[in-house]
């Protein structure tokens, strides 16, 4: 089992997780004992409840919850997420850098899925931790990253110590998430103050991808996203929790189609043109935005 250093007791709330004998894990203040499910440790207070919402959505939407989540390689936009990735990948070694860190001390993927980020964001921490509340994507993560910290988490009560991670990457989640000034003001919390926040999020507020909503308003209306953002609107609620906003990039262009973007956007050629034209003529069209924020000293 993985260090649980910065992690704490979903009863007590309170006090550090401590691992025993086979695995077992425990409360070093209250003595409770910390359930796992095949494997990975339920930190989630109201776990039944979330479970009930899962599966409630499944019920819905079968596909999102339970299919692999493709890896980069095999993705139809896999040229858009090589892209994606390779400037994360820039923007921690930059931030890594400039804190004169070979690497973090602990970094946390907020809303992991089946852990195919955790793979390379490893080699930029020397404890790589990864939540989400969905328990067939996490044995998927712990699969895939035996070394890793993997456990079940409610973000809007997350089991994890104030200032505890020096990188939080919280991609492409916050649009899934109603009550999103909650989850960034928990960011806020277990943040270190000076670490990074790498936020990943559909631009669908831009009226490009308005447009493609109501060429297909069937998609609008099947879409689990509770937030359709732009650069200002996630911007300001990045300021409003009281983290310093840094940068705001833009990346990935396309056709204002749903289906035609998948189908001719996973040829490289392709892709490659969108960005041209798309940086040159619609700037702030992009189909993903990334906001980089930090926490300011206490």
């Not at 007791?9 to 077992?24: I, Y």
């Not at 990864?130 to 890793?148: E, I, T």
Request: aromatic fraction near 10%.
């Amino acid at each position: 089992m993985p260090a649980l250093s910065g992690l704490i007791c979903p009863a007590c709330r309170a006090g550090q997780l401590l691992s025993g004998l086979a695995g077992a894990i425990s409360c070093g203040a209250c003595g409770a004992s910390v359930r796992t499910e095949q494997g990975i440790p339920i930190l989630a207070h109201h776990w039944r409840a979330l479970q009930a919402d899962v599966e409630a959505a499944r019920q819905v939407k079968p596909n999102w919850y339970q299919d692999e989540q493709p890896a980069e390689q095999v993705s139809p936009w896999r040229h858009h997420v090589r892209k994606r990735r390779e400037y994360v990948e820039r923007v921690i070694r930059r931030h890594l850098a400039a804190s004169r860190l070979p690497r973090a001390a602990r970094l946390l993927d907020f809303g992991c899925g089946d852990g195919n980020n955790l793979v390379w964001l490893s080699k930029y921490s020397d404890a790589v931790y990864g939540s989400d509340y969905n328990l067939l994507r996490l044995v998927r993560a712990q699969a895939q990253n035996p070394g890793a910290t993997i456990f079940a988490a409610d973000i809007l009560d997350f089991p994890a110590e104030n200032n505890a991670f020096d990188v939080i990457f919280f991609n492409h989640v916050i649009e899934h998430i109603p009550d999103d000034a909650c989850a960034l003001a928990t960011v806020h919390r277990i943040l270190r103050p000076g670490g990074l926040l790498v936020l990943g999020t559909p631009n669908e507020g831009s009226w490009w991808w308005q447009l493609a909503y109501r060429r297909d308003p069937a998609s609008l209306q099947n879409t689990d996203h509770c937030h359709f953002y732009t650069a200002a609107t996630i911007g300001a609620k990045v300021t409003a929790s009281g983290l310093t906003l840094e940068e705001t990039h833009h990346i990935g262009w396309g056709p204002p189609d749903w289906k035609l973007d998948g189908r001719i956007r996973r040829y490289k050629l392709v892709d490659d043109l969108f960005t041209i034209v798309g940086r040159t003529f619609l700037p702030t069209q992009a189909s993903s935005l990334y906001i980089l924020a930090t926490k300011p000293p206490a």
